[in-house]
């Protein structure tokens, strides 16, 4: 149809039709644009399987299994209230510019959720699992990314954090524990591995978790988790 | 204090293990059982001989040993005073089932009349929600019914030797102690239990009553924790990363007005 012939009839100049195509086209580019750069950044590193597999300076060896051919023997007092975890007290990622509180804390009784902190300036660390100076297992802190009342939390651009970004826990007495950022994974909430993220064995790690993914406004809940996870630095 | 003395006389099959409860069914009885043994006689170490082997030598009152990875099958229990042979046991029992794939507690202890015993209880090693914590507490001690009371509370009622109440709870501490059976008469405590999440805390009451030996021994068996629900971290929205819904519906009108306007070019140069 379009075939071009330099004597048609050009009564008027083609201006209005041709600011319409290109105002079509700015239209449709644009929004494309926007829609690849909305979308959120890819995945990266191993699975949270392997990372919890790999090697672990072997803390596992309890009282137990020491003897090899004796059959353990232990007293059977009753459990010693001192055998806590050790509580992290800070967390800092240079690379989002954050340093925040930690706070120790549990299961959401009504729920049987994880106990985030509500309030958005502050994380919270899963105290019935690893702690601060726990040779192995996972760690795991979460935080909001944000809320309704609040705003912006301080996980808003944990999403952001890239391979090799520096994470570090405070501990006790200022004791300081180094991680790096090893894999950052987005999940639907129905299909995140928790018992992998929450594992008390394996390698030791540091488990970041926050919400993410499309928000639906009428449940007032993001689809999805991020979970980021650290390894032990050195 | 009179401590009960055994004798040295075997108390042949005193109690059989047929019929182990909850446990598992030998039907699928494959896997390996974790047994535990637990010492709850008073005043009196033993040697303890599975299937003709010594297995746990001068094993004291109050201690418990294992677990034992046993296979399925039947078991010979011998219980003799340290150094004793085989022959001068203090306790026999023979042909103790033990089914496949099982986690039980094997409980030297005293009857309600002040017999020794060989009990055993199947242990339930299911998993625990997030948070909770779970509490057995089995009544082997030479008394009668008492009841189990946390905080001031009851939680198990009337339970007789050899029997056992059990309940998940919140992990924590809790103050427990046992009383006569719908008495205010406390027999034992009270003790502070802490109760680890994720992990089953097990509370015998041994010794006897009578000989004023009354104490507790405990047993845990941890790795029973389950991951929380779910990571609830925001109800905000602002962190919504999608695309607006405008904006794919200005990239459809401006592919309309693309095409409108080149179909009017085209047209015009015809």
């Not at chain 1, 353990?72 to 209230?81: E, H, K, N, Q």
């Not at chain 2, 008492?146 to 030797?161: K, S």
């Not at chain 2, 719908?182 to 992990?199: F, N, S």
Request: with cysteine.
């Amino acid at each position: 149809m379009s075939t071009p012939s330099h004597g048609g009839t050009s009564r008027r100049l083609p201006g209005r039709a041709l600011l319409v195509t290109s105002l079509g086209v700015a239209l449709a580019t644009g929004s494309g644009v926007v829609a690849c750069r909305s979308q959120p950044p890819d995945d990266f590193g191993p699975s949270v399987a392997s990372v919890s597999t790999s090697p672990v300076p072997a803390p596992a060896a309890t009282t137990a299994t020491a003897a090899p051919a004796g059959v353990p023997v232990r007293d059977g007092t009753l459990p010693a209230r001192a055998a806590t975890e050790t509580p992290p007290a800070r967390l800092r990622i240079p690379a989002l510019d954050l340093d925040v509180a930690v706070d120790a804390v549990g299961i959401d009784a009504a729920t049987g959720d994880f106990a985030v902190p509500p309030s958005v300036s502050r994380v919270g660390w899963y105290r019935y699992g690893p702690g601060f100076s726990s040779p192995a297992g996972s760690i795991v802190v979460a935080g909001h990314v944000d809320s309704a009342a609040e705003g912006k939390g301080a996980f808003f651009r944990l999403g952001t954090l890239k391979a090799g970004d520096v994470v570090t826990l405070t501990g006790p007495g200022g004791k300081v524990r180094e991680f790096t950022v090893a894999a950052r994974k987005r999940y639907a909430k129905s299909a995140i591995p928790l018992d992998d993220y929450f594992a008390r064995d394996g390698a030791p790690r540091l488990t970041l978790i926050t919400c993410g993914g499309p928000f639906d406004p009428k449940t007032r809940h993001y689809r999805d988790n991020v979970v980021v996870t650290a390894t032990v630095r050195g | 204090m009179r401590t009960l003395h055994l004798h040295r006389a075997a108390v042949v099959g005193a109690v059989t293990l047929i019929g182990l409860g909850a446990a598992a069914t030998p039907a699928f009885a494959e896997a390996d059982s974790k047994v535990s043994v637990v010492h709850g006689i008073p005043g009196q170490a033993v040697d303890v001989y599975v299937n003709g082997e010594k297995t746990i030598p001068d094993f004291q009152p109050g201690k418990v040993a294992g677990p034992l990875d046993l296979p399925a099958g039947q078991y010979d229990i011998v219980l003799t005073k340290p150094g004793d042979p085989i022959g001068s046991a203090l306790l026999t029992v023979n042909d103790a089932e033990v089914p496949g794939g099982a986690n039980l507690s094997l409980v030297a202890h005293l009857s309600a009349d002040g017999k020794p015993v060989l009990t055993p209880f199947a242990n339930d090693t299911g998993k625990l929600a997030a948070g909770k914590a779970r509490l057995i507490v089995r009544h082997t001690a030479a008394a009668p019914a008492v009841d189990v009371r946390a905080g001031g509370q009851p939680v198990f009622e009337g339970v007789t030797n050899p029997k056992e109440g059990k309940a998940d709870v919140d992990a924590g501490s809790v103050s427990a102690d046992v009383v006569l059976a719908g008495t205010q008469t406390r027999v034992l405590g009270p003790a502070d239990l802490d109760l680890k999440e994720g992990t089953a805390t097990i509370v015998y009451a041994v010794g006897s009553a009578e000989g004023k030996t009354l104490d507790i021994v405990a047993q845990t068996i941890d790795g029973l924790h389950s991951a929380p629900g779910g990571v609830p971290s925001g109800n905000g929205g602002f962190a919504d990363q999608g695309t607006p819904i405008a904006w794919y519906g200005a990239g459809a009108v401006g592919i309309l007005l693309a095409m409108f306007g080149l179909t009017r070019l085209a047209s015009r140069r015809r």
